[in-house]
């Protein structure tokens, strides 16, 4: 299975990777940016597969209903209540503490659609769950994945952003026109 995604991901669609991150890592919080398109979870499930980094994700609990609940479930997925009063920071930092090995990817950006600015919530998670954010890019002007090196947060979140911000200059998503 492994040489079929990778003959997809390399040859049939023309992709690249750069800066693999350390299988030794057991917990972080991959950001993905910039997030345009559903064609952005379809380059995610083929990397995961290539890097050979288990990864996991958190979605509305809608999503982990019947009939695709268990498919969600399977693919590394945690279901969220985005409508209830518990903070959703605390609830995503706790995965952190009940899983050995819980690698978050999260969009900045929080949708598809364009945005003013990003949400902060992976920052504030991070900094509760104590694990580094993983910069990645999905450039489709390059065809490139990019992993950054593991980012530990200071506490000061605005020069922190501005740092991870830059990472992700130059960087084309699928609709450029929503990043």
Known sequence: MKLLTKWIYFKLMGWKVSGIPDPGIKKC????????????FLLGLLIRRIIDMEAH?????????PPFGWFFKWMGGAPVDRGSKENKVEAIAALFQ?????????????TRKKTDRWRT????IAEKAKVPIILVA????KKIIKFSKPFIT????????????SFYKGV???FPDKF
Not at 57 to 65: M, S
Not at 99 to 107: D, H, V
Not at 121 to 124: D, E, L, M, P, T
Not at 138 to 141: C, H, Q
């Open 138 to 141: 999905f450039d489709y002007g």
């Open 121 to 124: 919530g992976f920052y504030y």
């Open 57 to 65: 994700f958190v979605g509305k609990k809608e999503l982990f209903k």
């Open 98 to 110: 009940k899983n050995e090995i819980f690698r978050l990817g999260l969009s900045p950006e929080g």
């Open 29 to 40: 919080i991959f950001i993905v940016a910039p997030h345009t398109s559903w064609w952005d």
């Open 172 to 174: 084309v998503g699928k």
């Open 154 to 165: 200071t506490g000061n979140l605005d020069s922190d952003l501005v740092e991870i911000q």
